[in-house]
């Protein structure tokens, strides 16, 4: 009989240093960059070339003075101003997020809860902000945070409600059938087989409740509070005409929002990186 020949085994691939992986992840965002700085210098042109007028468009150079120029003290002072309205952002998706998951979880688990549930939670989030905002001045006060909270809350309600409850409920029928035939209890399916099939659903709700917790804090600050809010100092400023702090205040709110995206982002490549939509997020 002739020996087996050993069996050789395959190396692996070396795992990519930290330089490559940051070199790598620049390449793979710098044509956004570079897209975003040509729109910026286009922008600048075109108002030039055109004189458009400040109050119809005001320039990137101008927007950013003004920034700069009210970041720290002023009349407007940007940077305390996005610190309060994040704070009330961060409030409303605490609230929301919370009240959602345990709806969901609810939900989920009583069947006969979600005919009863769900179309109080359709309703809700079919309510108008401008139509809700000045209610909820009314009974939280227009100068408390609070009140702006509330308004974030509910935008972030329903879609965190909706997507924990579809990871709750879409587990493998198979892997259900599976564990129930090694008689586990629902405590340890919901542990070990649906609290990890609704995380990126969790995930992907968060994504999307960071921008409108943003959205409904700045919104229900056109209706009253603080003068040191995003919000009204986009009010104010647009009332004095001076649309560069408006701008700057607005350029200002995104940049908070994306972060606050980006935030969720690398949670979610920390939490679930074996998922599917966090691989193909990665760079070549």
Do not use: C
């Amino acid at each position: 009989m002739t020996a087996a020949a050993p069996s050789v085994g395959v190396p692996m691939p070396p795992r990519p240093s930290r330089v490559s992986r940051i070199g790598s992840a620049f390449g793979h965002n710098l044509p956004a960059v570079l897209v975003g700085a040509a729109a910026l210098g286009i922008w600048e042109l075109l108002i030039r070339l055109f004189n458009v007028r400040a109050f119809i468009l005001p320039a990137p150079s101008a927007i950013g003075a003004a920034l700069v120029e009210n970041w720290g003290a002023g009349r407007w002072p940007l940077f305390d101003s996005a610190m309060a309205t994040l704070f009330e952002a961060v409030g409303g998706l605490v609230i929301g997020t919370v009240v959602g998951i345990v709806i969901a979880f609810g939900v989920a688990r009583w069947a006969n809860a979600r005919d009863a549930v769900l179309p109080i939670a359709v309703a809700a989030n079919a309510i108008p902000i401008i139509a809700i905002a000045p209610i909820f001045n009314a009974w939280f006060g227009v100068t408390n945070p609070v009140s702006k909270m509330m308004i974030a809350a509910l935008l972030v309600f329903f879609p965190v409600m909706i997507n924990v409850t579809r990871g709750l409920t879409s587990v493998e029928p198979s892997a259900l059938e599976l564990m129930r035939s090694y008689a586990a209890s629902e405590w340890t399916i919901l542990r070990k087989l649906r609290l990890p099939n609704a995380l990126p659903f969790f995930l992907t709700a968060m994504k999307v409740a960071t921008t409108l917790s943003l959205i409904g804090a700045i919104v229900g600050e056109y209706f009253g509070g603080s003068s040191t809010v995003i919000g009204r100092v986009v009010v104010q400023s647009a009332s004095a005409l001076r649309f560069d702090v408006t701008w700057a205040a607005i350029f200002l709110a995104a940049v908070t929002g994306i972060t606050f995206y980006l935030v969720i982002v690398a949670l979610e490549r920390t939490l679930i990186p074996w998922h599917a939509s966090v691989r193909s997020q990665e760079p070549n």
